[in-house]
């Protein structure tokens, strides 16, 4: 009985994992190519980067998810379901959208979908860590859910582009998605199991939250309308069609919003994330650690910001080549690179495995510049023979470009040794010095170059071309790997103190 509890549980994690991991791509690399083949400009697609912004922000309305409890169901079993069934519906209703013809409706829609995927990820991390009470059981809980989420981006990043190759259709695409997501709400309804010893609710009262929620919220709109405002006083015009007047509004929007957000929520006293800052900034070195977390992969952020469209619109591959090449084998080789950087930290200080991964980040930028110098076809090709997989399927034989193969494997494998460098460095900063919400607080901001780069790639690409565009971010790169070296004395210190910890 106890091994069948173990065997649900388990299983709970890897559906969860799964269902975490789908939704990632549909706001990212698949949502570029439907843009890209639907004929929307590049710098427009780089604009839409912007929609993965909630999940840079997700622990904001955390302690709202920990304080609020759906009736009925629980309050991680709630959230689960209520985040992925909204995620069905909205997948539903973009597949009903034209980007091209609704570029604002649909881009709106969009945000929402990475808002309830970074609310999922939020609850899910949740549960797992409460329905996993034993902790002999957090090393195999912590690798299936890896696996499948890994599972769901090769689903939702790579097989979906055959499938929208096959059927000249990316409508039809997400609403199968939004039906997978539909089934993932309905099992974990009636198959999760339930979670007996959920952590408690946050101490702090609970209309004080929500009001400073909304505060918070206020202050992000009077920022956005502020900073637009002042800019069409100077005479601006954000409809213009200027691309870099568009980009200006953007990042004036985002440098406004976030410090009257900040005040707004201060003013209110939303305590919880008041309390999560301050105790943050107290430490010292936070504010260098904080722009080094940002920095160290912004290099890898800015050229994999516009891979999808360049490879579709700038050399024209076919979707199912990008498929294949770029997220199947990409995603494969990405935990291949993780698993190599994870055996070579076992002998290398964290400096150290900053530095080298860092060093061969930047220096795989390098291929994609090689590649649009060369052109498709460079190298040759190697023919894939036609498949069936039940899921997905390959009717006729095909090529994939050598040159496309080998820069997308030295592009994942050294970001993968890369991610697992950056992830060390987070855990060693939460196990030596701050709490777990600290963690939620790093990792969001360690998504804000994959995340905020991207319009200005877009606007980038088109003034300058892509072989400028993918050596300017071999230089973007080196400001990552320059501050890991001059922050040598304290890298080194942080790491003997998460030894001397544990």
Partial sequence: MRALGRSHRLAAVLLLGFASGLPLALTGQALQAWLAVDGVNIATIGFFGLVGVPYT???????????FEPPWLGRRRGWVVVSQGGLALVLFVMASLSPSRQPMLFAQ????????????????????????SDKAEHGLGASLHVFGYRLAMIVSGGIALIWADQWQSWPRVYALMGTIMGAAAALSLFLLPPVHSESKPLASS???????????????FAGYYLARSVLILFGLDPDGGNHWIQLLFVLAEIAAALPLAWWFARLVRFE??????????????????????????????????????????????????????????????????????????????LYRALLLFGVL??????????IAVLGKGAWGSVAVPPFDWIIVSLREAASLDFLLLTVVAAENITGGM?????VALLMALCN???????????????????????PVAGVLTESIGWQAFYLFSVFVALPGVVMVWWMRIPLVALSENAKDSR
Avoid at 278 to 303: C, E, M, N, T, W
């Fill in 57 to 67: 922000f997700k622990f904001l309305w955390a302690p709202l998810m920990d304080r």
């Fill in 109 to 132: 829609w969009a945000v929402l979908l990475a808002f309830l995927s970074a609310s999922q990820d939020v609850v899910v991390d949740a549960y797992r860590a409460d329905v996993l």
């Fill in 206 to 220: 609970a209309g004080r939250e929500i009001a400073g929620f909304v505060a918070m919220l206020g202050g992000v």
């Fill in 272 to 349: 919880t994330l008041n309390a999560s800052l301050a105790s943050y900034f107290a430490q010292p070195g936070a504010a260098l650690f904080l722009l080094l977390i940002v920095l160290y992969k912004l290099g890898d952020a800015f050229a994999g910001s516009l891979t999808t469209a360049f490879l579709l619109k700038g050399l024209a591959f076919s979707q199912a080549e990008v498929g294949i090449a770029n997220k199947i084998i990409g995603i494969w080789l990405t935990i291949f690179g993780a698993i190599v950087g994870g055996a070579l930290m076992l002998r290398l200080r």
């Fill in 361 to 370: 980040q930047l220096l795989s930028n390098l291929g994609f510049y090689l």
């Fill in 418 to 422: 890369g991610t697992v460098a950056l």
């Fill in 432 to 454: 030596s010095r701050f709490t777990a919400t600290h963690y939620a607080l790093l990792s969001a901001l360690a998504a804000v170059g994959r995340i905020y780069v991207s």
